[in-house]
């Protein structure tokens, strides 16, 4: 039984919550929130009898073995390694941290201390990525790669009426690239390695974060076309090409349906159906992790969490995306 504790109190935790509580080896044992009323009312709804309002008091906690971190992404890199410090094994939200110089923080960090940390990013950990996976020798030789996330915010309502909420605030490390493109960039790294060049544009919003960007990455036989925006819809799926057909996937961040279109006409469906909510495979992935006594996933492992942030640092300073904790 590993028992976890948890920082954030939104509706990621309740989502994670929901998925983890499906693991027979998943135990819900303290709550951290910045304020005891709050901590408090989330944990009995858990029917939880620890809370914290310190990290470093849950680090030091002989009751929590691993923690979760959902909390603003300005401060994933210093939670973690405060944790880690302490040998609590770690599974944080995406994206990992503000940038990469943070990322190799909390990798020395896990290496230092031999614990488990891991991006907690669904999408490469669910059944449709693996039978996207399986079917790429299908199509033969790859030639692009199009991820497409675009979501409108209700929260850019609020936006637009003067009311910045979190989402869009630059001192908490934000914007679309952080929250959607993330999901567009993952499953590339995954599946074809850290391409060769990076060439963003982009729309700045006043605030100081992205609402919307387009990047274009090269390999050495193929490309990738990333869309991702928090200010538009978009219903066009996502998509690999190769030269004898294409998988088409219906959402890059929780592929379910996914078919394989050859030349000539022929289709065929190779989803694979999930049995629980999507966020149960990436914890079911990390309790193993610990269980096996394996310091790092196979999948999201330490190398891909690292090469997508460079990628994203990279896109940030060409559209001019700048954060707090890029000059700490």
């Known amino acids: 039984m590993i028992r976890f504790g948890i920082i954030g109190t939104n509706w990621i935790t309740d989502s994670f919550l929901k998925a983890a509580g499906d693991l027979e080896d998943f135990k819900l044992a303290a709550v951290y929130s910045r304020t005891e009323e709050k901590g408090r009312e989330f944990a009995d709804k858990y029917g939880v009898q620890t809370v914290f309002t310190d990290v470093e008091e849950m680090a030091k906690s002989e009751a929590v073995d691993a923690v979760y971190i959902a909390s603003p992404n300005s401060f994933h890199s210093k939670q973690a390694i405060m944790l880690m410090n302490h040998g609590k094994h770690v599974l944080c939200e995406k994206p990992l941290a503000s940038n990469a110089g943070e990322v190799k923080d909390m990798i020395a960090a896990a290496k230092e201390n031999k614990v488990v940390m891991m991006e907690a990013l669904k999408s490469t950990m669910l059944p449709g990525f693996k039978a996207i996976q399986e079917s790429l020798p299908r199509i033969e030789t790859i030639r692009r790669y199009v991820g497409n996330y675009c979501q409108y915010s209700s929260r850019y309502d609020a936006y637009k009426e003067g009311n910045i909420l979190n989402a869009f605030k630059p001192e908490f490390s934000n914007g679309a690239l952080m929250d959607l493109g993330t999901y567009c960039i993952y499953p590339l790294v995954v599946l074809f390695g850290k391409p060769l060049t990076v060439k963003a544009s982009g729309i700045m ?26 200010i538009t819809d978009s219903f066009l799926p996502s998509e690999i090409q190769g030269e004898k057909g294409s998988i088409v996937i219906d959402r890059i961040h929780t592929p379910e349906k996914v078919e394989i279109r050859l030349r000539g006409g022929s289709t065929e469906e190779v989803s694979r159906t999930a049995d629980h909510e999507p966020m149960y495979y990436e914890a079911k992935e990390f309790i193993s992790l610990i269980q096996q006594g394996k310091l790092e996933s196979d999948i999201n492992s330490h190398s891909n969490s690292l090469t997508v942030m460079e990628i994203m640092d990279e896109i940030r300073s060409q559209i001019g995306v700048v954060y707090p904790n890029d000059s700490k």
């Open 205 to 230: 919003l006043e605030s100081g974060v992205d609402g919307e960007g387009s990047v274009l990455l090269t390999y050495e036989s193929m490309e990738a076309v990333i869309t991702y925006s928090k």
